[in-house]
C-alpha cells in the first residue's frame, strides 16, 4: 500500500540538550543526536531508561523549545501531528467518543468513526467515561484519538508499559491492524527490543545518556510474516549486531 501523509522524510538533528537546575546541577541528555524516519516508516527509538527518549519525543512535539539544533517534520499539506503518552491525558468528564471527536480539526468533527472505534474494540464503549475505563482500555482511546486525526506524522512513548502482558500485546496487535490500513510516518520509544522488532520497519538504537544514535536495524519482512520463528531469527540478528544491548531490561532475555 502507498504510504499516505508525508512527502518528506522526519529528519533530526539535536546538537545538545542540557537540564539545567536552579541550583546549578547540569544533566545533558543528549548530545550529537541524528537520524531519519522515512516517509511511511514505522521507526522505534529504542535506548536504556534515562537516556533522553521521552525528552526527544518532547523536543519533536514542540514541548520543549530550549535545545540547541534542529528538527524538520515531514512535509504535507496539513501537517497534523499526533502523539501518543504513557497516560491517556483523556478529559474525564467527556465520554469516550467525545474525547476522540474533541481532537479533530472541524473539517473533520463529524467523520464516521465507526471503523476505528470497530478496530480498536471499541465499539461498546463509545458512552463510557474514562473513570469506567481500565488502563489497557483508556490507552485505546488514547489511541484512537491520535489515529483519528490521520496524522502525517505519529509519536508514541511507551504506549504499551504499565499493562499486563496479555494486554499489552492484544494492543500491539491492534496498532499494527490500525497502522497497517493507513502507514503513517510514525516514531514510538521503547525500551523494549521485542517489541520494537514486532511493529517497526527500523529500530534506532540509542546510547545510554546523552543519548546518540549507536545504529539502525533495518526489517523488510512484512510484519504478518513476524511469527515465533522468524521473530527469534531477528532478535538473533540484532544481538549479533549490537552485542551487549539485549539484556532483560531492555525487553528481550
Ligand atoms: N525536567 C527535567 N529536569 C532535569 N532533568 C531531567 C528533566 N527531564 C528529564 N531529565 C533527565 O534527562 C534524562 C533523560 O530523561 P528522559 O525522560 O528523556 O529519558 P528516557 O529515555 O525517556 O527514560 P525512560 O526510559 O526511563 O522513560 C534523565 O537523566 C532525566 O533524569
Redesign the pocket.
Known sequence: MQPVGAAAPLRVDIAE?T???SEG?S????KNLAFEVRQGEFACLV????????????ILLGLDTDFSGSFQMPASDDGRIAAVF?EPTLLPWRTVEQNVRLALPKAMRHTDLTRLFDSLGLSQMRELYPSELSLGLARRVALARAFAVEPTVLFL??PFVSLDDQTAERLRYLVLSVWSARPTTALM?T?NVREALMLSDRIIL?SA???HVLGYFDIRIPRESRNPQVMSDLARSFRQKFPGVMQAEMGYP
Do not use: I
Request: net charge positive; aromatic share 4%.
Open positions: 540538550k537540564f539545567r537546575s546541577v544533566v545533558t541528555a543528549l535506548g536504556p531508561s534515562g537516556c533522553g527518549k521521552t525528552t526527544t519525543l518532547r504513557q512513548d511507551e520509544v525500551h540509542l545518556r546523552p543519548a
